[in-house]
């Protein structure tokens, strides 16, 4: 879609990294360190002052006694981590549960992995899950569930009864929970994100995979992390090893100025995505259009069945070349049959939102041919 979006000259909405610069701070912090002594291979699993950064971020903000040479591995990009993660966890022949929908790399990943998914529908217009379904899909002996809180695609934040729910099936069933959570700090009052590794019984079972990229804007850095137990990090570190050898020295060095941000910027960076969402979800409004309203992450869904398409990527297609605004089509998030929706990010800039809103509203009357 991207590669579309830009054929056509269209707003491009699909691929989800933003268009504006990351915080001048850590711009500078970049150049001081392509000057300094960081251009030779930095421990493999990461940086110690990298490591002891991440540390100290992830105490604050979790509670967890996290210890930056027991419990961390630096990785490139949360990509990688969630392959570390299935790679460490999974063995060919497991299986592993996963929410649908979900990010498209979830399902890939098991592949890759020898695993088998076991699919549990999250059902709009909240994505709530069905116990029945999630008990059925723990019965089949899955080796590890994943869970993306706050969710890509949809938004959802799970709430502190349902991971206390998926938690006490995890240990029933001896099951690793996989948390992707690089939304963590994109989440809409009044929801609140809850780490996966803090509830009782869960930090030794946990494999918690996360990245810089979303919180401070900086995707094409590939600066990712994964989070356990230290007899399940040890064996982390050993898969990390064999896939990448290690993320890049000098942007680890940069990205500390980063992790040692103060509070503030946290709320800032939330109230800014609330922002974003109300500029766009706006827009969306008066298309008359049914959509989704994320309670996280910077993702919405959009219902196009009224527009008339087969199909939602020929719908996909269409909003790029005659509207100019480029999404994703939304089935390529789920295992059932959805071919009506389509997703769209707003981690723009409030100008670029406008201007992609303004076309949108091309939907109050114009339809397809």
């Known amino acids: 879609m991207t590669r579309l979006a830009n054929r056509h000259g269209s707003i491009n909405l699909a691929q989800g990294f933003p268009d504006f610069e990351p915080p001048a701070e850590l711009l500078a912090a970049l150049k001081r360190a392509a000057d300094g002594p960081y251009h030779q291979y930095a421990v493999t699993w990461g940086a110690p002052r990298f490591r002891e950064s991440l540390a100290k971020k992830i105490r604050h903000f979790s509670g967890l006694p996290i210890e930056a040479d027991k419990h961390l591995v630096v990785t490139c990009g949360s990509t990688e981590a969630m392959m570390v993660a299935m790679m460490t966890a999974c063995n060919p022949g497991d299986k592993v549960i996963v929410f649908s929908p979900f990010y498209e790399n979830y399902a890939a990943d098991a592949i890759l992995c020898g695993a088998t998914p076991i699919y549990v529908p999250l059902r709009p217009p909240q994505f709530d899950y069905t116990k029945a379904e999630l008990v059925a899909a723990f019965a089949q002996k899955p080796k590890a569930i994943i869970l993306c809180n706050p969710s890509n695609p949809c938004g959802k934040v799970f709430t502190r009864a349902e991971l206390l729910e998926i938690a006490t099936l995890a240990q029933e069933h001896d099951v690793f929970v996989i948390a992707d959570e690089v939304y963590e700090h994109i989440v809409y ?181």
């Open 189 to 369: 009052p009044p929801y609140e994100h809850i780490s996966m590794a803090t509830l009782p019984g869960m930090f030794e079972r946990t494999i918690t995979c996360n990245s810089l990229s979303k919180t401070y804007s900086i995707t094409g850095w590939r600066l990712g992390y994964v989070q356990a137990a230290p007899e399940v990090i040890a064996q982390a570190r050993k898969v990390h090893d064999f896939l990448t050898v290690g993320a890049a020295a000098p942007l680890q060095e940069a990205a500390v100025t980063g992790l040692e941000f103060p509070p503030e910027y946290y709320v800032e960076l939330q109230q800014s995505y609330l922002k974003k969402k109300e500029v766009f979800l706006g827009y969306l409004a008066q298309t008359g259009l049914p959509y989704s309203d994320p309670q996280g992450a910077y993702y919405v869904l959009m219902d196009i069945s009224s527009l008339g398409f087969a199909n939602d990527t020929q719908a996909a297609e269409w909003l790029t070349t005659e509207i100019g605004v480029t999404g994703v089509p939304g089935s390529s998030f789920f295992r059932e049959p959805v071919n009506h929706l389509i997703r769209f990010h707003f981690a723009k800039k409030e100008e670029t939102l406008r201007a992609a809103g303004e076309r949108l509203l091309q939907l109050k009357t114009k339809r397809p041919a």
